[in-house]
């Protein structure tokens, strides 16, 4: 029998197959009853489970990042696809296949990283150029960079997402900029570079998704900062000149303050051309990852809207097309 992935999951679906497991949590309900909820993820996406009458030999008998041998039934609540588990348990390594729980092939990996460094020592700056070779050469760095995930529930979270989402972004500045002759475009790539590069500490990805002590108490944007501080450092050293003040005080500032409103963890609003630039891009690029995500992943297939979400407080219209059979027959009223 064929691999069903998370995002082809149905309503009232059997479910018999191993997943990844993450984000595990031994839970009280109403009456006081044990219960443990558990992230399930492939390279459809994610989906929570529970198990009832749960205990803590239960809640034991794996960790975070193992694989487990998921039985129950899946079910529609309150728009999102869950899992109401039956059995679950642990298995060796050695008998899954790492593809199916890796969104982005190695290929694809490696061609964005070979086009992240196009992209970089395609600058013109000669301080930036200087300033990115220290970060290209840096293997661990990198390394990590091709691993991670841009979140643990929203947007490209999966392996190897942050490179995703990086040089996605970077593509855009390279289009948008030449609109807008006030752009520093250089600047703007380097910033679109380095705005999440905190997320390679931020978050634990070797195996499932989820926070670092140091994301914990320090998060990405504080992280990148110091990255940065470092990197600054090596860039002196390579080319005997010290970068900058003023450019070193612009990438600070796009890092940040992209995120773009004090509600949203910012410690500054943007207050550069490139600032403001960097934060509205972020966001389309985040934003058209997660609705396409959801789309592709809606359990409602037989209707042209999905499901309601609940963090985006709306439905997504996926169109005629995006229905089962692509007929308005299939359209419901």
């Not at 289009?175 to 475009?185: E, G, S, T």
């Not at 970068?243 to 796009?254: F, G, S, V, W, Y």
């Not at 690029?285 to 037989?302: C, Q, S, W, Y």
Request: aromatic share 6%; net charge negative; proline share 4%.
């Amino acid at each position: 029998m064929s691999r069903r992935y998370v995002n082809q999951i149905n309503h009232q679906e059997s479910i018999d197959q191993v997943f990844l497991a993450g984000e595990k949590q031994l839970r009280t309900n109403r009456n006081g009853n044990l219960y443990l909820q558990v992230e399930l993820s492939d390279r459809g996406g994610s989906i929570t489970a529970r198990l009832w009458n749960a205990n803590e030999d239960v809640y034991r008998s794996f960790d975070n990042g193992d694989y487990i041998h998921v039985k129950g039934t899946a079910q529609l609540f309150q728009g999102a696809m869950q899992v109401i588990a039956t059995n679950l348990h642990k298995i060796d390594p050695a008998e899954v296949d790492p593809a199916e729980f890796a969104p982005l092939a190695a290929v694809a990996v490696d061609r964005l990283a070979l086009r992240l460094g196009e992209i970089l020592r395609g600058m013109d700056d000669p301080a930036l150029k200087t300033l990115a070779e220290c970060f290209l050469i840096d293997e661990a760095l990198m390394a990590k960079l091709a691993l991670a995930p841009a979140g643990t529930k929203n947007h490209h979270a999966y392996h190897g997402g942050l490179l995703e989402h990086v040089v996605n972004l970077m593509e855009v500045v390279l289009r948008v900029a030449p609109c807008y002759p006030q752009i520093d475009r250089d600047l703007l790539l380097f910033g679109a570079f380095l705005h999440d590069l905190g997320k390679t500490d931020e978050l634990s990805y070797r195996h499932g998704l989820g926070y670092t002590d140091e994301g914990q108490l320090i998060g990405h944007l504080v992280i990148a900062v110091e990255l940065l501080d470092a990197k600054l450092i090596e860039a002196e050293k390579l080319s005997g000149e010290p970068i900058p003040l003023e450019t070193a005080l612009r990438l600070k500032h796009m890092i940040l303050s992209h995120h773009n409103e004090y509600a949203f963890g910012s410690p500054k609003l943007p207050m550069t051309i490139e600032a403001v630039a960097l934060a509205h891009l972020d966001n389309l690029d985040a934003k058209i990852n997660t609705f396409a995500r959801l789309m592709e992943g809606d359990p409602n297939v037989d209707s042209p809207w999905t499901t309601y979400n609940q963090n985006l407080e709306r439905k997504l219209f996926k169109g005629v097309r995006g229905v089962r059979g692509g007929t308005e027959e299939n359209v419901e009223q």
